[in-house]
């Protein structure tokens, strides 16, 4: 009797939870960070306002979702005069698109702790689909989420006017998104 009860309660731990977990609370560690390379130098920035939405089951991936929105007026290249140019209208255009997002579609397993996830990016007006491969794992009882994506800058409309030339702005700009996040 105490092997068929100790096996069941094995067997019951082993299963997924009745349902996903669902995180709101973006703690302060997260970061949503980019470089653009100017001239052959990198130029690191940040978004200081982040907002995130993750519903996250490892085990049911069909039913993960994630929404992930920066405040464009809150990006921080560490110069004032960089940090103006970059939420002016050449680039985030921060006075008329103040949010730029990007929400899932789908999940998709690509190995241990790792999801291909599909969704809609939307900056400065521009909405498109945008595939990003990321990481997820518990970290206590928060949920750390990793993901790198190079976006083509001017596919976005990101560097306008006098920006568009790749040869002064590089043509891809990297983002790095690390999201440590609580349940509600």
């Known amino acids: 009797m105490m092997r068929t009860l100790a096996?069941?309660?094995?067997?019951?731990?082993?299963?997924?939870?009745?349902?996903?977990?669902?995180?709101?609370?973006?703690?302060?560690?997260?970061?949503?960070?980019?470089s653009a390379t100017q001239?052959?130098?990198?130029?690191?920035?940040?978004?200081t306002r982040i907002s995130a939405q993750v519903v996250f089951d490892p085990a049911r991936p069909a039913m993960d979702r994630v929404a992930v929105t920066v405040q464009t007026a809150s990006a921080d290249a560490a110069n004032a005069q960089t940090t103006a140019l970059i939420t002016g209208a050449d680039w985030l255009d921060a006075a008329h698109h103040p949010q730029a997002s990007f929400v899932s579609s789908r999940f998709t397993p690509a190995g241990p702790n790792r999801w291909w996830v599909?969704?809609?990016?939307?900056?400065?007006?521009?909405?498109?689909?945008l595939r990003v491969l990321a990481t997820a794992h518990a970290q206590g009882a928060d949920l750390a989420l990793d993901a790198d994506v190079k976006l083509a800058r001017l596919h976005?409309?990101?560097?306008?006017g006098g920006w568009s030339d790749?040869?002064?702005?590089?043509?891809?700009?990297?983002?790095?998104?690390h999201l440590l996040l609580a349940a509600h």
């Open 7 to 34: 096996f069941a309660l094995a067997v019951a731990a082993a299963l997924p939870a009745a349902r996903a977990a669902t995180y709101t609370r973006v703690l302060p560690e997260s970061s949503v960070s980019f």
């Open 39 to 47: 001239m052959g130098v990198t130029m690191p920035g940040h978004f």
């Open 118 to 129: 599909d969704g809609t990016f939307s900056v400065k007006g521009h909405s498109a689909p």
């Open 156 to 160: 976005w409309g990101l560097g306008s």
């Open 166 to 177: 790749t040869s002064v702005v590089g043509a891809e700009l990297p983002i790095h998104v």
